[in-house]
């Protein structure tokens, strides 16, 4: 499959988009004078590890890398394969009580092999860090790959200076010199749902004045087939 596809899944991009702000605006306001204030101000997880829970903390945080003491500060650095990752996002199914008996709720329930849900911001001129996840470039505690290798985006508040960039494999740092660089850049258009394969070397970045929001998941290979 390809890095970035955009498929066809039917839903109420109104309400969906309307739930989706609500949670996001009642939690970040919740969050303020908090330890999670300006966590909330990024991700939240819509689905997490235990059942009626409110934590919508768990599994934002949960990336916590057994090289972190990693002296090195190369590009290769993030993608060595003896990185450790702590988190089975297969556990991460029970929807917090904060979007109880929304169209939110129903919606994420509806979508069979999707797991740890949640609410992606990337603020104004922001990029994020180049970076993989999943297996086999993460490998988890149980070496069963629990970190997936997909993730489904239904991208909510957008515009056309928002992108996702897939990188080459062989990048490393550039020639000191410079050098050209061939990328993939795609753009997530507000009403669609796109797979984008996160076990290569990617990141997102947004270049206008308004910040961006996506609803994702995560998801195995075997689950993104049934999108072909």
Sequence with gaps: MKVFKKIKVDFDYAQ?????????NTIKQSAVGTEFESMSNRNLCLTVSEQNSDKWYDGIAGKSYANNTES????????DENTNEFIDEKLFIHPITQIKNTYLEKFITSLEGCCRWRISVLPPRTTLSIHKDGSPMMVTLNSAGAVLDWRIHFP???NNRCFLVNWPETFNTPAE???Q????IAHFKAGNSYLLNTSKTHCATNYSNKERIHLIASMSTESARAFE
């Design 16 to 24: 969906l988009r309307t739930d989706v702000v609500n949670v996001y």
């Design 72 to 79: 090195r500060y190369d590009l290769k650095t993030q993608f």
């Design 156 to 158: 909510i508040t957008t």
């Design 177 to 179: 010199e410079g050098e």
């Design 181 to 184: 660089v061939p990328l993939e």
